[in-house]
Every structure is written in C-alpha cells, then in structure tokens.
C-alpha cells in the first residue's frame, strides 16, 4: 500500500473559491481508476472526483470524468437536477476533476440494514421504505421527463438522507438525447443490469453504444430495493462465472420470486418490486407512476 492519494492541486484551488479555504479532506474511495474525496471547508462540503492518473485506463476515465460533466450541464440546463448540484470542474496534469455538492446521507445497502432483519417489521419501517423507493422514483422521474436514462442506478449510488430522501449520484454513464460521440455505454453493475441490457451487451461488439432506456432504470430500482432489502438479488448465479455468463443468465430475463426470500411480508411493495423487474420494459411501471403509487 503506498501513501494516501491527495486531491490534484488544481482543483483544491479552484474549490477554495466555492466553499473556502479545505479544513478537512477524506478520501471515499479509490477503485476502477478513479478516485473520489470529500472536501470540507467553512463554508461548505464537496465529493471530489479525480481520474487515478496511474491507471491502465487513466485516459478512459479521464474521459469519463469530462462526459459526467457534460452530462452534469445538460442535466441542469434541463431543469433535471438542482443548479447547485454540479459545483466545478477542470484539468489537472493526471486528467480530469469534478466536484459536486456534498449529500449527507447513508448507501442504501446500510440504510435498509434494519429492515433487512426477520424482525424489521417496526412501526416506522413500511413508511421508510416507501418513502425511499418513492423520493427514489421521483428523482428519476425528472431525468425521465427530459428524455434521459441515469443508467447507472444501483445500492451505492443512492444516498439516504437523514430526513430519508434518496439522493442519486454518479451521472458518468447517463444516456440522454444524443449530441454527438461519447464513451460507448456497455452497462453498468451487472446485478443491477436489465434482462434487455443484458442481451444488448450480448449481441453487439465491446465498443457498440448501448442507449440505456428509463425502462431499464426501473428494472436496475426494483433490483437495488429487492437486493437491499432481503439481502439477496433478484437473479441467482454463482459469484465466480465470468461476467458475460452473469448477463447471460440476467438476459434470460427470470427472477427470484419475491416471497421466497423477503424478511418480512410486505405485498404493497413486493408487488411493485416484482413489477419493476418484468422481463417486458413495457410491463413495468414509469417512474412517475411509482412515485404516485408509493
Ligand atoms: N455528492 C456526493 N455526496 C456524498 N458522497 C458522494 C457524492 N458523490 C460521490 N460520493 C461518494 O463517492 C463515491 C464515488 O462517487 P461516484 O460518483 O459514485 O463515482 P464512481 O462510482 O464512478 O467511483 C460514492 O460511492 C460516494 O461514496
Ligand atoms: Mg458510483
């Protein structure tokens, strides 16, 4: 293990002039050659994601960073995401850095942890988990509304909120009206992929664009809260195969029922988890339509 990487200067000087002078910095992680920190200064907090320069892919994610920003724009010109939400941008000698506001909140996995129990079935948890899947839903929705797909949506990029709001992170690989070339989407987390996406993958060549639907983040939603709340995922395949073998199984496009391996009866929620993860994109429900029914 070497030193801890620090934040590229340029963007700590840049960031200075958002939110002061950085009193704290944590890195979050440092994984798939890119790195992420929160910075923390008097007057406001920032994640900071930098590209890892000594990466085998660093001009990959060096472009991958600057395709979030420009997805960061456009969200925000289209009114999908609040105009505080992208705070900077920039070059550094490594590649690429982006800053974003810092949400307070908890990844899903750990927030339904208490729900997940055989006993969580407490007076506050049904509403929380409503709650969760609906401000979830609505978020979505409003990247829906704009002819956008987040196409990334899984556990660890939804933040819990302690007033439990679910906060959506991570737009590198959003799929929206095209403008031009961008990095080929080839899915993201492969037990979060739609059974369409999947086959997708399957059929074309490893540098073919893959358009990523509002259909499918709603396959990737209902499996994020199937997985985080009964502890399983919605598709069953050994650990080890190799990726393409996952997806081959995904694309089938069966999943566990429901019943078999939730905590606790919930038959509101199953039935609309079990909904979301429809083999059909046409038979599952909009992000809209969830949101007024949760
Ligand atoms: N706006 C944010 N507020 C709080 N934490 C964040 C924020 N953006 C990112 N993070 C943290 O940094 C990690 C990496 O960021 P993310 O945008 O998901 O990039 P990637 O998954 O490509 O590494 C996240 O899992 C989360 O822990
Ligand atoms: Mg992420």
Same mark, same amino acid.
């Given at each position: 293990m070497g030193p801890t990487p620090s934040p590229p200067d340029e963007a700590i000087d840049l960031?200075?002039?958002?939110?002061?002078?950085?009193?704290?910095?944590?890195?979050?992680?440092d994984r798939r050659g890119s790195r992420a920190w929160k910075i923390q200064?008097?007057?406001?907090?920032?994640?900071?994601?930098? !590209?890892?320069?000594?990466?085998?892919?660093?001009?990959?994610?060096?472009a991958e960073m600057a395709q979030e920003d420009d997805h960061l724009l456009r969200l925000t010109k289209a009114g999908a995401l609040s105009p505080g939400y992208r705070?900077?941008?920039?070059?550094?000698?490594?590649?690429?850095?982006?800053?974003?506001?810092?949400?307070?909140?908890?990844?899903l996995w750990k927030a339904l942890a208490p729900t997940r129990e055989s006993e969580g079935d407490r007076a506050s948890a049904r509403p929380r988990l409503l709650r969760i899947a609906r401000t979830w839903a609505e978020h979505l929705a409003r990247l829906h509304?704009?002819?956008?797909? &987040?196409?990334?949506?899984?556990?660890? !990029?939804?933040?819990?909120?302690?007033?439990? &709001?679910?906060?959506?992170?991570?737009?590198?690989?959003a799929c929206g009206p095209p403008t031009g070339p961008r990095l080929?989407?080839?899915?993201?987390?492969?037990?979060?992929?739609?059974?369409?996406?999947?086959?997708?993958?399957?059929?074309?060549?490893?540098d073919a664009h893959i358009q990523a639907t509002p259909a499918a983040d709603l396959w990737s939603l209902g499996a994020s809260l199937f997985w985080c709340w009964t502890g399983h995922r919605p598709v069953t395949y050994d650990d080890d195969l190799p990726r393409l073998e996952k997806l081959r199984t995904i694309a089938k496009g069966s999943t566990t029922a429901i019943s078999k391996v939730r905590p606790w009866p919930f038959s509101a929620f199953e039935e609309a988890l079990t909904a979301c993860l429809s083999a059909d994109p046409a038979h599952r429900p909009t992000a809209q339509e969830l949101a007024a029914a949760w």
């Open positions: 960031l200075t002039g958002h939110i002061g002078k950085p009193t704290a910095t944590r890195l979050l992680s200064g008097p007057r406001g907090a920032v994640a900071l994601k930098a !590209n890892s320069p000594d990466s085998v892919d660093a001009r990959d994610k060096a705070v900077d941008a920039g070059a550094w000698p490594g590649g690429r850095w982006l800053a974003v506001r810092w949400i307070d909140g908890t990844p509304a704009v002819g956008w797909a &987040h196409a990334d949506v899984q556990p660890t !990029n939804t933040l819990v909120t302690r007033d439990v &709001h679910a906060a959506v992170i991570d737009y590198a690989l080929p989407y080839r899915g993201a987390l492969t037990h979060t992929t739609a059974p369409e996406i999947a086959a997708a993958i399957l059929a074309t060549p490893a």
